[in-house]
């Protein structure tokens, strides 16, 4: 019986090829494998995506209508499948929802480092005690060796050599005389090797914690959304319901914010479950990674901690995946394939049939209403452990203290006072500045008031080419007005204070404060941010400034004082979700004061203390945020209500770029229930050359969305210098 493969091999060609398969591989020959095929004349390898034989009807008559040969494969490259079924079935799930080619989804699932070529174990030489020797046949100083190696039941040649101060020719010469035998081992790639992880034993859980792992380790049939305030001890709460899959021989996946997996995360779950951790980091050397992944796959290793591409880890029974601070924006990957894996790890539950906690103490708006509608279920904690209560919040408005200063000043009075107390009481301040992004808003200098489009009540983006503010939801646009609306003042503001500015201006008023600045300049070094933390810690410095680095996960004791410099930043992104991001911005920074015996105290600086993001956090109203701002996303046929996909189309040539845009909205502007936005320019103009422009499109359905895209896609393929891709559920809108 003649049996078919087909192949997906790895050039981004979107289309799976057939090989035949001869007998002598027949029997060993699974889905998921790695095999040796020969394309164009060249060996090059590829995944057997699916398997059939000659019996199978229909696949063989459309094998016989071919008018080409089918090739067998040259060989199996490697007898275990990287894929599991159900890993494979979700790589197609997420191929077809993101529009991306199987090849890019099937990559981005297996860490380059293990597909290399060339990737294999690390091999040293160990040293085993074989038999007891003669007395007489060894000299007094090789005696004293042997019993040395049998005493400590032998080990790695280099360990020996440095332990027993000796030399790889003393120990070959044991081997010559039969005491010793010396082989290569493999030895792991420990990306925790010399770091002191101390074990922690299981916390008695409060009630509300003891009820949220109730509810997850009953929740099989749905993901539970965990909304729980920061330090409410959701981590203890995971790692207790991951010692229960254990418990019951089954593996778990952590996903972690690429920014919060810090030696301390890692320390957290290592602590707990020891060997039995594997840490899947974008700090890993090769070597390592590629043990890591071997330990997970073989079994070895049953708790994966990771960034979003840890969601394909290939861990077997597979009990549990908790995704931590599930609305981060880092969870979605920003180039081909544009997953986020919040997204997949719910599919993957679907797929595993195992259970899925989302973790957050403000949850996405797409993950809360899946709560309110019963899609998933919720548990609450809505106090901190041990009686700590949240930080008392206090708004300063930034529009009286101008009238006061005339500027607005980067540091209020009151903030400064509340620093000073601190340096006296030697407890410490962490000081947050948001200065993300090029886009640029248009201020009012004299009142802070920022121009918005009247109908999509979003802040104007300013595009310096044609000096024009534009709207980036309806495509509308405006000129920069000659007075402010709000005030009458003629003068307008484009840009925002940093970092290094607001640490200069700090240490003017109070030259005896340590101050560690951290943003992307200060820990381009690959350590840097450990460091920076690490000196923090050990309360080396008063202040801590930084940027959204510093918002998430941290926990300091001695912090008493969080200070946000401008809130503003955040809420005039020109973005649909600013309101949902400041909120969480605002409650994550909020977080970090107060979390152990001495109370926190949170200043946030704006000049829209009204606006409903700031006053919710201030009051650490969640629910009361996320229930005003849905109804307006329902209103505004915004997500979670709507679908919705972001087209980039980029050239060297702008009006090609341009072209291509406004003929894709025509084109697609005819398809049934499908909302499509005017075409135009990307906040970010031009990057590296390419020009950018951008169409958003909106459905009630992703389904309708995927469709017309692929009919487009071949109606009208992108031509030569134009580059066309979809940001299925995009984050970011520049
Ligand atoms: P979150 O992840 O919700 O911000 P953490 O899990 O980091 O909270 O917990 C905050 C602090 O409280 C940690 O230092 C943790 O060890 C401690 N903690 C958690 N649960 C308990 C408990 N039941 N009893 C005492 N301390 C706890
Ligand atoms: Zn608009």
């Not at 030489?125 to 038999?131: G, K």
């Not at 089954?250 to 810090?262: F, S």
């Amino acid at each position: 019986m003649l049996v078919f493969v087909s192949v997906a091999i790895d050039l981004a060609l979107d289309r799976l090829f057939t090989y035949s398969v001869p007998a002598e591989c027949t029997e060993k020959l699974r889905v998921g494998q790695l095999l040796r095929v020969s394309f164009s004349r060249r060996e090059v390898r590829g995944f057997a995506l699916r398997v059939w034989s000659e019996s199978d009807e229909e696949a063989a008559s459309a094998a016989a209508g071919r008018s080409y040969a089918i090739k067998p494969i040259l060989g199996i490259a490697d007898d275990a499948p990287f894929f599991s079924e159900s890993v494979l079935a979700l790589v197609k799930w997420m191929a077809s929802y993101t529009c991306s080619p199987i090849e890019s989804c099937l990559k981005a699932a297996v860490p380059a480092a293990v597909l290399k070529p060339n990737a294999k174990p690390r091999e040293l030489l160990f040293v085993e005690p074989a038999l007891a020797p003669e007395p007489t046949t060894l000299t007094k100083r090789q005696r004293e060796l042997y019993d040395n190696i049998a005493r400590v039941g032998g080990g790695w040649m280099q360990q020996l050599c440095r332990e027993f101060k000796t030399t790889p020719a003393s120990l070959r010469a044991l081997a010559e005389k039969g005491c010793v035998t010396v082989a290569a081992r493999a030895k792991r790639r420990d990306p925790l090797a010399g770091r002191a992880v101390l074990p922690t034993q299981p916390l008695e859980l409060n009630a509300m914690q003891r009820a949220a792992l109730e509810t997850i380790s009953a929740t099989a049939d749905r993901p539970v959304l965990l909304h729980g305030v920061t330090g409410s001890g959701k981590t203890e709460i995971y790692l207790q319901a991951i010692a229960r899959e254990l418990d019951q021989g089954r593996g778990a996946i952590v996903l972690v914010p690429e920014i919060a997996l810090t030696p301390q995360t890692v320390r957290r779950f290592a602590g707990r479950f020891g060997d039995r951790v594997a840490v899947l980091h974008s700090a890993l050397s090769d070597g390592e990674r590629y043990d890591e992944w071997h330990r997970i796959r073989t079994g070895q290793a049953r708790v994966v901690v990771g960034p979003r591409s840890a969601v394909f880890a290939p861990v077997r029974d597979l009990g549990l995946i908790v995704v931590d601070e599930e609305h981060d924006g880092s969870y979605k990957q920003d180039e081909t394939p544009r997953y986020n894996a919040r997204d997949v790890a719910v599919m993957r539950g679907h797929y595993e049939h195992c259970k899925v906690v989302l973790g957050s103490a403000t949850p996405s708006l797409e993950s809360w209403l899946n709560a309110k509608k019963g899609k998933y279920a919720l548990a609450s904690v809505p106090e901190r452990v041990a009686g700590h209560s949240l930080p008392e919040v206090h708004l300063l408005n930034l529009t009286e203290e101008t009238a006061a200063y005339g500027h607005v000043p980067i540091f209020s009075k009151f903030l400064l006072d509340a620093i000073a107390e601190r340096l006296k009481r030697g407890e410490q301040t962490i000081l947050f500045l948001n200065r993300r992004g090029y886009a640029r808003t248009c201020e009012c200098k004299e009142c802070g008031h920022v121009i918005a489009c009247p109908d999509c009540s979003m802040a104007y983006t300013y595009h310096q080419v044609d000096d024009c503010l534009r709207c980036h939801v309806c495509g509308g646009w405006t000129r920069v007005p000659a007075r402010c609306p709000a005030c009458g003042a003629r003068d307008f503001g484009f840009v925002g204070i940093g970092t290094q500015r607001a640490e200069a201006a700090l240490l003017k008023c109070m030259p005896h404060a340590r101050i560690l600045r951290m943003d992307a300049d200060s820990t381009s070094r690959k350590f840097s941010h450990d460091d920076i933390l690490s000196q923090f810690r050990a309360r080396q410095a008063d202040v801590l400034l930084g940027t959204q680095m510093i918002a998430k996960g941290l926990d300091f004791p001695n912090v008493t004082l969080v200070g946000v410099l401008n809130a503003d930043a955040s809420l005039n992104m020109p973005d649909f979700r600013a309101s949902e991001r400041t909120y969480q911005l605002l409650a994550q920074v909020s977080g970090r004061a107060g979390r152990a015996e001495k109370p926190g105290e949170v200043f946030i600086q704006t000049s829209q203390p009204d606006a409903p993001a700031v006053a919710a956090a201030a009051k650490s109203d969640y629910a009361g945020f996320a229930d005003t701002e849905l109804a307006g996303r329902e209103e505004d046929f915004l997500p979670p209500y709507a679908k919705l996909a972001l087209a980039h189309f980029k050239s060297k040539s702008d009006e090609q770029a341009r072209g291509w845009c406004a003929l894709y909205a025509k084109a697609l502007g005819t398809w049934p229930g499908l909302t499509v936005g005017e075409p135009m320019q990307s906040p970010l103009e031009r990057a590296e050359g390419w020009f950018r422009h951008q169409l958003l499109l909106r459905a009630p359905k992703m389904a309708t969305i995927a469709e017309a895209w692929k009919w487009i896609s071949s109606a009208r393929p992108a031509p030569n210098g134009l580059r066309v891709a979809l940001d299925v559920d995009a984050l970011s809108f520049t």
